[in-house]
């Protein structure tokens, strides 16, 4: 009797919509704050003390990092950088993920292969791709400098050095990291146009509509919430994400493509200062914030009207 009543309760437990749900969710509930809530709420401890990595103690110094950090000019130049770097290199990726989604959807021989392609610089581990970028722009084996000065277009005295001058390194950083961000953003892309009915396009070819009133009028505007969805996601992975600069150029020259992530990793890592480290690191949660609310606000309103 009592084996009986233990399989009814079961039984009433996971047929509770309410029971089952909590459950359910759980688990994610768990991951979530041991993976993010557990190490925001340590970097928001770090940044109001004094510890560092040979520390013993630490004691409450308020905003004393924050100020300090601000007072920093690398911080103000990581930060020019940090928005320079997320806005040119999402700018790119959304103009060639668009063309390359577009073209995707023609029928053609190999388009499978070329599927492939696409999808290798996302499927391949960053830092084996960014180690491949680094022998690529290296200033004495490159072969995009070998290559150019053979065709001709390079001349005896011209010879780059990619990641050794500031514009070139900044261009260097922005086109690796674009190579990185395409296929995410192609596939999501596509996935937004193969959604539009073939109704849509028939009825704007039926108006005489061209290819820029198509694209401007019925393609893009349809697959606006999508496209913003895609801009999100390249924006978070740009601001949080330092492993192409690390790998490339560790900031340099002269901190030219030292961006937040990156000087946070170096001051509190690198450097030991764990408090002033993850004063820098927070830097990122409004600016974060902020951009997530203004695209969720924007893809909603796109996709209401």
Do not use: C
Not at 2 to 29: C, N, T
Not at 40 to 68: C, H, P, Q, R, W
């Amino acid at each position: 009797m009592a084996q009986d009543a233990r399989v009814s309760r079961l039984g009433h437990f996971l047929d509770s919509e309410k029971w089952l749900g909590r459950l359910m969710i759980g688990p994610a509930i768990l991951f979530i704050v041991a993976v993010v809530g557990f190490p925001l709420f340590l970097a928001l401890f770090y940044s109001v003390s004094d510890i560092t990595v040979g520390s013993e103690s630490m004691a409450f110094v308020g905003l004393e990092n924050f100020k300090n950090v601000i007072q920093d000019p690398t911080f103000r130049q990581a930060l020019w950088n940090t928005f320079v770097f997320a806005i040119v290199s999402n700018v790119v990726v959304l103009v060639l993920a668009k063309v390359l989604a577009l073209a995707l959807l023609k029928d053609f021989r190999g388009k499978w292969f070329v599927r492939l392609l696409i999808l290798l610089p996302w499927v391949a581990p960053i830092s084996l791709g960014s180690i491949g970028w680094l022998w690529i722009l290296d200033s004495i084996y490159s072969i995009i400098n070998w290559t150019l000065r053979a065709v001709g277009i390079f001349g005896p005295h011209t010879w780059p050095i990619w990641l050794g001058q500031p514009n070139l390194a900044m261009a260097s950083v922005i086109t690796v990291h674009a190579w990185r961000l395409l296929p995410l953003a192609t596939i999501i892309l596509l996935a937004g146009l193969t959604s539009i009915p073939q109704d849509i396009h028939d009825a704007a070819a039926v108006d005489g509509a061209g290819f820029w009133r198509h694209l401007f009028e019925i393609t893009i505007p349809l697959v606006m919430p999508i496209m913003l969805v895609a801009v999100l996601f390249g924006i978070v992975f740009t601001f949080t994400d330092m492993i192409v600069i690390y790998v490339l150029t560790r900031g340099g020259p002269y901190d030219m493509t030292q961006v937040l992530a990156s000087l946070a990793f170096f001051t509190g890592i690198d450097g030991g200062d764990l408090a002033q480290g993850a004063a820098i690191a927070l830097f990122l949660l409004p600016v974060l914030a902020a951009s997530a609310i203004l695209l969720l606000r924007v893809a909603r309103r796109a996709e209401v009207t």
